[in-house]
């Protein structure tokens, strides 16, 4: 089965609250980020994406927010269910000819009923 | 349908075997990934392949070895397993290796070396 990630820091929100999950990323050539959502035993799953001449995009229930001054990068998700609850990971893509994906630490994400 | 399928998704074995990870995607795509997920949950790439091709090789030991018959499918290979590869490894694709591309995940597969 799936270990329990004991460092993970973690957001618990109460269910209908809006959530911020925030990120810092490393390389302020990354032209590409991602937000993933792993749920208990499975693997990491698509959420929203933006690029780096974007600040802001707004998908169904969540936006992503990025500010590259300070390279930070956030999701917000509106309206928080219990089946939001889950591990949420960032993701920067480098300009390399790799297009290497380097993940975030992971945050995770408790809705109280 | 699974898009990202690996098999298996338990394996205990004990250290000093040798085990092999199978995938597969029906997307169509022509990257494909391993990544490694320890304990902390903190994911790492492993390799990545384009068209059969290495991409990626992340210092990862040479016990690790991918194969890449087709481009549908991204075997990973482990000699002489050892207590540190016990993680959760996980198998990805893309459409391409631009950036852009969304990757998408397998589900894991869970190795214990006892």
């Known amino acids: 089965g799936e270990s329990v990630g004991l460092h993970l820091p973690t957001l618990s929100v109460q269910e209908g609250d809006n959530s911020i999950i925030n990120c810092a990323y490393s390389?302020?050539?990354?032209?590409?980020f991602i937000w993933y959502k792993q749920e208990s035993g499975k693997g990491p799953q698509f959420i929203i994406d933006i690029r780096s001449n974007m600040d802001k995009r707004q998908g169904q229930r969540v936006t992503v927010l990025l500010n590259k001054t300070v390279k930070h990068l956030s999701l917000q998700i509106a309206a928080t269910q219990p089946g939001d609850s889950a591990v949420y990971f960032c993701?920067?893509?480098?300009?390399?000819?790799?297009?290497?994906?380097?993940f975030g630490s992971g945050t995770r994400l408790l809705v109280r009923p | 349908d699974t898009a990202v399928s690996q098999t298996p998704k338990y394996l205990v074995t004990q250290m000093g075997n040798d085990k092999s990870i199978k995938c597969e995607q029906n997307l169509g795509h022509d990257t494909m990934y391993w990544y490694k997920q320890d304990s902390k949950k903190f994911l790492k790439i492993m390799f990545s392949?384009?068209?059969?091709?290495?991409?990626i090789n992340e210092t990862v030991p040479n016990r690790f070895s991918p194969k890449s018959p087709d481009k549908a499918h991204l075997n990973l290979h482990i000699n002489s397993l050892e207590l540190g590869d016990s993680a959760v490894y996980f198998c990805?694709?893309?459409?391409?290796?631009?950036?852009?591309?969304?990757?998408?995940f397998g589900e894991g597969s869970w190795l214990t070396v006892v």
């Open positions: 390389n302020s050539a990354s032209d590409y």
């Open positions: 392949y384009n068209n059969k091709e290495l991409i």
């Open positions: 990805a694709s893309s459409l391409g290796l631009s950036g852009g591309n969304t990757i998408y």
């Open positions: 993701a920067e893509r480098g300009m390399d000819s790799s297009y290497k994906l380097i």
